[in-house]
């Protein structure tokens, strides 16, 4: 703004940064390649190379579920903010406004999935090959049950940590929506949309349930049920399409249409998670 740019100096500055970004990763990661040469005696791996089919269709397994998840949420997203603005520009406005504090909040939430992806399948997956090697099949066997129990100790933890942050983030997305809106605009009439009781209740909601699910969805990737989370996906995005399209006659009810979607994955990812942990447990017992 100051160099008389505008919004075409905005969108240069965002692409540079992007850029820029991005060779600081690929110079962090040929650092990375070249101490891996260093350490290991005729290594000679490639900085850059093309997958071979086997591992490309592995790939494409595993990236194409968490492209569609991602592409389900963008569209889910966007469709709120065409649906906001067929009631008028303040709506419309207020709506930007509770995105933007809304996708604030997220960023805590997504971090209990990264978590949860990080940390479960070491806990999971880890042991036991070594003792089947061995022939100690009886050790083998009750290997996978320590790591259950792990696991699940682990993911316990993750849930602690997600439902305080939830209370927090659910708390501090209150009292921006009631007291904090000038920091984003000095309209009378906006900061009234904004400060609606209906309005805040359904933010605080949506804020509160996020890491929750997040933690959920982590705990499903990190276990590779990748096609109960496209078919879940499916669903959950069917229904607020449907919302924001028959049944949202308000501004106010665009975003009941985001805590319904909130809600609804919630409970069938905790359905799905719960099932998982029993059938887990439950399979030791099972096996003689």
């Not at 492209?67 to 889910?76: A, D, P, Q, R, S």
């Not at 406004?97 to 999935?113: A, E, P």
């Not at 940590?161 to 809106?181: D, H, P, Q, R, W």
């Not at 501004?251 to 998670?273: C, D, H, N, P």
Request: charged share 15%; net charge positive; glycine share 8%.
């Amino acid at each position: 703004a100051k160099v008389g740019m505008g919004l075409r100096g905005a969108a240069i500055a965002t692409a540079a940064a992007g850029v820029a970004s991005s060779l600081i990763l690929i110079r962090e990661s040929s650092k990375k390649v070249a101490r891996w040469r260093a350490s290991t005696p005729g290594d000679n791996r490639p900085f850059i190379s093309l997958p071979d089919l086997t591992s490309f269709v592995t790939l494409v397994k595993l990236a194409g579920p968490i492209f569609f998840v991602i592409l389900g949420k963008l569209i889910c997203y966007s469709a709120m903010t065409l649906r906001a603005s067929d009631f008028g520009m303040r709506s419309l406005a207020t709506h930007n406004i509770m995105l933007r504090i809304f996708f604030f909040f997220c960023t805590f939430g997504d971090s209990f999935s990264l978590a949860a992806q990080s940390f479960l399948p070491k806990v999971l997956y880890s042991g036991g090959d070594n003792d089947s090697t061995n022939g100690n099949e009886k050790k083998a066997t009750s290997e996978p049950k320590e790591n259950t129990a792990m696991a699940k100790s682990l993911l316990k933890r993750i849930f602690m940590l997600a439902s305080i942050m939830a209370v927090t983030n659910s708390g501090v997305a209150k009292y921006i929506m009631e007291n904090g809106g000038s920091i984003f605009t000095n309209d009378s009439a906006i900061l009234r949309l904004l400060s609606d009781p209906s309005r805040v209740f359904y933010m605080m909601g949506s804020v509160l349930l996020h890491p929750l699910i997040m933690t959920m969805e982590g705990s499903i990737l990190a276990t590779r049920d990748l096609g109960f989370l496209v078919g879940a996906y499916a669903f959950t995005m069917t229904i607020m399409l449907s919302l924001l399209k028959f049944s949202t006659s308000s501004f106010t009810q665009v975003w009941r249409a985001l805590f319904t979607f909130q809600a609804i994955r919630s409970v069938v990812f905790g359905v799905r998670v719960f099932a998982k942990t029993r059938t887990r447990k439950s399979e030791p017992k099972g096996s003689k």
